[in-house]
């Protein structure tokens, strides 16, 4: 999942205005075979690659869907606020609304269970990578369908390694090892590349650091091989950033500095990806899909030089990825008699052949197994057989990013303070004793204890 | 040491030219009024000795030194601009103590002294109830008595005032003229004051110069221009009202000349038929003063025979114009009487006081 | 005396309309951000509490609040600063009658028309260490890579450095048109009494174009002060909080964090600062009290 990152915020409100344009225009196609059967359908998206392919074959999409589709296409922020805004009227405006993993805590009080529809449309949900499946399942409800999650995943340079004689780094110990012997090993090479800019970027990596140093930020229940994200209850509300895990995230983010490119501290989402993919450095933490970015790209240095491994584990941690990325989920102030058309477009753009179907338009996500394993995908997009494996052995979870829904304020929290550590204004001690009071002041207010 | 003089003088805007080779001098301690229409190019000849302008020819001369290079401020000169030229962030007090505080002239003006100064000055020209107002707060004739203060607050041994209380009620343009003429007799400044008011002139001046187009018609005490205009321009301007210029037909009869007013004959007094001697000029500008002219019974032996033109009532007088032959001569009636435009008339005309000019050059035929 | 009083009386019918607009479009805004200000209000998350004070409280002990108002007040400081210096002496510069002046004087102003998040886009791109162009540069020079952006002590420069880059044009074009609007003859004045160039600038010149000055300075300081758009696309606060402008924190909080009873909390202290420093400034350079 990316938040809107700098430039694509521009891009958007272009293509807003041009997809505005178009869907004023937008004439119902002669053909009217399709899910659609000539009628329109509003969904309410963000401005992540999977629907800004969508935009891209607009026309396309609505010759094979029979019908109009209307893609309101908003920034993150802009997004969160207008769903909760659309919960609150009595008649929701969109039949369909894209939905981030962490944010089913939130949202999860005005969306319609899905499982019945899954069950009497016999939609093959083994197919889905089981911890995207079971990301939008919460309070016994199947709360949406995975159409863009792909874990934040850790990436390298298969050439420089084998050139240095370094192993595939697993560990954050052999990850700091590597970045040592790689920085400045040749002109204008970095260690590693990762989200260190101020506020929401740094404040996933170190949730998700700290996931795989082995503690949630917030005090979740343990459970077989991870922590139970589907139940989280006000008692498991409290902050653990004076945790020995904390400390141990924190050492690492602070020993990753020695070896990140200049700017660090201002890098985030896509540009980390670009440092990484014109030979800027040897290692980044990535969301899976933007690989396509050097994938896809035949100047880039990186291409076809890079291999994947899941997020390195820290000294009592564990090799888990970060799943994140989007759902199409029906609101419930839908009226019912939409409902249906709702599930057969949600059916359509989730299946098989649609999900390859994005691939080549510079999406390289594929949450389904079936995906995973179509030749032409993997020769498109490298990194798909490699999040399957992740996937297949679990080392893909949501809990790193707690579905709650003061998760916002976490990451701002989180990603303001630590930043005092990484710029050197503050010790890391210092910063994360203030995140702590920051946090617990925070979960007061909302009430939770 | 402080006569000013224009020697040859030219003026040009671009390819305009204001004046060519003027000569004026104001003498030293003397008032000199110029005087002429709008647009003659007062205003330039003043901006000429305050050098703001400088001439494209001939020299500006001050104290009997040459001062064309010197800068406006070295010429120790107070001028009083037509346009006031005020500082419209200043109050009336600020503008005053401006030309005293200025870098130029520190230690001039010890500040114990300035505020005595302005306050002298304020309530000479009326305005020391004003001194703490905004420039832009004051009516026309208010600013135009700080511009007057500006200029005199010095107490330069030269001034020039363009147009100085033109914008004043009458009765304080009254005033105004006397507190000048008083402060002038005490301090004896060489002063050009611009005006196109001729009773201004000939109220204040020792001196007046009209002026025409560019050129200085004549220079002189104002009861010598006003009685003996040197021109037909200034016959015609001086006086109030000025005398009737006419263009009237000569007609030579058995050695005698005589005017032929609307078909009426009249003899050329003796004194003007002894300047044709010799020669007779091609044609003749006669000035005729108001006083000249007579209303007569219709039965009367030889009248002129000429029609109301036009009337109004100036002061307790009523003046007339009369249309004879060709011509137009003012009439000044000492009793009030209904007059209607195109009544017929006859009148009478002396010609003993007339002014006789040349029609080609204007000058006056002096005998 | 009657005439006069149904005068007034359909006057004022005449302008109710538009006190009802400034009531809608300007109090009640602010009412309700009041209101807000007083709860608990979590968007989407249940119904608001009532918490009297609570945030203000709060708003008080908040470390980050006063960093941030700290941090504006220096944004502003030097970008209005700047602007105005720089603006200022452009508008000398392009009040001297060359061929070709006026030509330059509408390309200098284009940045105006930039909107502020473009402008923040190419910024963030000029001074990236990874991409930017002026580091390429600087690079090229030899010289070590500058942290435009990531520097403590010059990352607030930089937004500064881009501000201005935007709005000197402004502050130019306004004390231009200022310039050419001052009458000549003063200058005359100044010249019967003898002030030099310097002094005539300082004497003349300046007292006549305070009120321009005042305004322009006054629109930029509020202006500035609600910036936002070029720390949003340039650094998002950071390093370490040293570009978190008061409208950036007020954003962070009420629009990603949805903390609405906080954020409004916030934007009325902002307002009431704002208020009272321009009524200060106003009232000090005797502006727009009419009595005057
Ligand atoms: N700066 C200038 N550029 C071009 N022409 C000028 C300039 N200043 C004056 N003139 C012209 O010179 C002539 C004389 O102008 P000036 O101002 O001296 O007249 P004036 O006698 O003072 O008139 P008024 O009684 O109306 O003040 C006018 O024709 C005027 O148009
Ligand atoms: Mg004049």
Not at chain 1, 35 to 63: C, K, S, W, Y
Not at chain 2, 83 to 99: D, G, I, K, Q, W
Not at chain 2, 297 to 307: C, D, L, T
Request: glycine share 8%.
């Amino acid at each position: 999942m990316h938040f809107e990152n700098k430039q694509s915020w521009i891009k958007k409100a272009a293509a807003m205005a041009v997809a505005g344009a178009v869907s004023s225009i937008a004439v119902a196609p002669a053909s009217a075979e399709g899910v659609l059967n000539g009628e329109t359908i509003r969904i309410l998206a963000i401005g992540d690659p999977v629907f800004q392919v969508m935009q891209r074959i607009h026309g396309d999409l609505e010759e094979m869907a029979g019908g109009t589709i209307e893609l309101d296409v908003r920034g993150f922020d802009v997004l969160r606020q207008q769903v909760l805004l659309n919960a609150q009227n009595d008649v929701s405006n969109y039949d369909l609304i894209s939905v981030d993993l962490p944010q089913f805590g939130e949202y999860k009080g005005f969306l319609v269970d899905l499982a019945g529809y899954v069950e009497s449309s016999g939609m093959d949900w083994q197919d889905f990578h089981e911890a995207a499946w079971t990301g939008a399942y919460h309070d016994q409800m199947q709360l949406g369908i995975p159409i863009q999650p792909h874990p934040e995943i850790f990436a390298y340079r298969v050439d420089l390694f084998e050139e240095a004689g370094l192993e595939p780094p697993r560990t954050t110990e052999q990850v700091l090892a590597a970045a040592k012997a790689l920085h400045g090993s040749k002109d204008g090479l970095s260690g590693i590349c990762w989200n260190g800019a101020r506020g929401t970027p740094l404040g996933q990596t170190i949730t998700m650091v700290m996931g795989s140093h082995g503690l949630p930020v917030i005090a979740m229940d343990a459970i077989e091989g991870g922590f139970d994200l589907g139940n989280v209850r006000p008692e498991n509300m409290h902050p653990q950033m004076e945790s020995d895990t904390a400390s141990e995230m924190a050492a690492y983010l602070m020993e990753l500095m020695k070896f990140s490119p200049p700017g660090i501290l201002n890098m985030a989402w896509d540009e980390r990806v670009r440092v990484f993919a014109q030979g800027g450095c040897a290692m980044t933490y990535i969301w899976s899909g933007r690989s396509a970015i050097y994938e896809l790209d035949e100047d880039a240095e990186a291409r076809g030089k890079v291999s994947y491994l899941p997020h390195p584990a820290g000294p009592n941690g564990l090799n888990v990825s970060t799943l994140g990325g989007w759902f199409l989920s029906i609101p419930d102030n839908l009226p019912e008699d939409r409902r249906d058309l709702a599930w057969s477009v949600t059916e359509w753009l989730t299946s098989p052949e649609m999900m390859a179907e994005y691939t080549k338009h510079g999406n390289c996500v594929a949450p389904r197994h079936s995906v995973s394993v179509d030749e032409e995908v993997v020769a498109r997009c490298p990194v798909i057989p490699f999040v399957d494996a992740m996937a297949t052995n679990g080392e893909i979870a949501g809990w790193q990013r707690p579905p709650v829904p003061e998760i916002q304020q976490i990451f701002d929290i989180l990603g303001a303070e630590f930043h005092e550590a990484l710029a050197g204004a503050e010790s890391p001690e210092d910063a994360l004793k203030e995140a702590q009071r920051q946090l617990d002041r925070t979960m007061r207010r909302a009430g939770y204890y | 040491m402080s006569e000013v003089r224009f020697s040859e003088v030219s003026k040009r805007f671009g390819g305009a030219s204001v004046f060519e080779r003027i000569d004026l001098t104001c003498p030293e301690h003397k008032y000199l009024c110029l005087l002429g229409p709008s647009g003659c190019g007062k205003t330039t000849l003043m901006r000429l000795a305050a050098g703001l302008e400088s001439p494209d020819e001939g020299d500006v001369m001050i104290g009997g030194r040459r001062v064309n290079d010197l800068p406006p401020a070295d010429r120790n000169i107070g001028m009083a601009f037509q346009n006031y030229a005020l500082y419209p962030m200043l109050s009336v007090r600020e503008n005053l103590t401006f030309p005293l505080r200025a870098p130029v002239r520190r230690r001039a003006w010890p500040e114990s002294k300035i505020n005595s100064r302005v306050d002298d000055i304020a309530q000479l020209l009326r305005i020391d109830w004003l001194l703490d107002r905004p420039i832009a707060t004051l009516s026309g004739g208010q600013q135009q008595r700080v511009a007057l203060g500006r200029a005199l607050i010095r107490n330069p041994p030269v001034l020039l005032l363009d147009e100085p209380i033109t914008h004043l009620d009458a009765r304080l343009r009254y005033e105004m003229r006397a507190e000048l003429k008083t402060l002038h007799a005490k301090l004896h400044t060489t002063t050009i004051h611009v005006t196109h008011d001729q009773q201004e002139a000939l109220a204040v001046a020792d001196l007046i110069a009209v002026m025409n187009a560019g050129r200085i018609e004549q220079v002189g005490p104002p009861v010598e221009v006003y009685r003996n205009p040197n021109t037909a321009f200034v016959a015609g301007f001086v006086g109030d009202p000025p005398m009737s210029v006419v263009r009237m037909p000569l007609r030579a009869t058995e050695g005698c000349l005589q005017i032929d007013f609307g078909g009426r004959l009249l003899d050329l007094p003796e004194k003007f038929s002894q300047a044709f001697v010799n020669t007779v000029p091609p044609a003749l500008l006669i000035g005729i003063r108001p006083s000249s002219v007579n209303l007569v019974p219709s039965g009367s032996p030889a009248p002129i025979p000429a029609r109301v033109y036009s009337h109004e009532m100036v002061g307790r007088e009523l003046q007339l114009m009369l249309s004879v032959g060709d011509s137009l001569l003012r009439y000044r009636s000492p009793d009030i009487r209904h007059f209607a435009v195109g009544d017929e008339v006859a009148c009478d005309v002396n010609l003993d006081n007339a002014r006789l000019f040349d029609a080609e050059t204007g000058v006056a035929i002096i005998i | 005396m009657k005439y006069f009083r149904e005068k007034r009386r359909i006057a004022f019918a005449m302008i109710s309309p538009s006190i009802l607009v400034i009531v809608a479009i300007n109090i009640f805004p602010i009412l309700f951000a009041v209101y807000i200000s007083l709860h608990l209000w979590s968007f989407g998350r249940g119904v608001p509490r009532f918490a009297g004070f609570l945030n203000y409280e709060e708003l008080y002990y908040d470390g980050r609040f006063g960093d941030a108002v700290l941090t504006s007040a220096k944004f502003v400081f030097f970008a209005v600063l700047l602007e105005f210096v720089v603006g200022f002496a452009l508008a000398f510069l392009f009040n001297v009658k060359v061929r070709g002046m006026a030509t330059l004087r509408q390309i200098a102003v284009l940045p105006i028309m930039v909107m502020p998040i473009v402008a923040g886009l190419v910024w963030f791109y000029m001074f990236n260490e990874n991409f930017g162009v002026i580091n390429w540069l600087i690079t090229l020079l030899g010289s070590e890579k500058v942290g435009f952006l990531t520097d403590l002590d010059v990352a607030l420069f930089s937004i500064v450095l881009a501000d201005a880059w935007q709005w000197t044009p402004f502050v130019m074009l306004v004390m231009f048109a200022a310039l050419q609007s001052l009458p000549e003859y003063v200058y005359e004045a100044a010249k019967m009494d003898g002030l030099n160039a310097w002094q005539t600038f300082w004497r003349v010149t300046i007292p006549m174009l305070r009120p321009s000055i005042m305004i322009v300075i006054l629109l930029r300081i509020v202006d500035s002060f609600k910036m936002i758009e070029l720390v949003f696309m340039m650094t998002q606060g950071g390093p370490a909080g040293r570009t978190e402008v008061l409208p950036w924190y007020l954003y962070v909080t009420g629009f990603q964090a949805l903390d609405l009873g906080f954020a409004a909390a916030m934007a009325v202290s902002m307002l009431i600062l704002v208020t009272i420093f321009t009524q200060l400034f106003l009232s000090r350079v005797g502006i727009g009290n009419d009595n005057k």
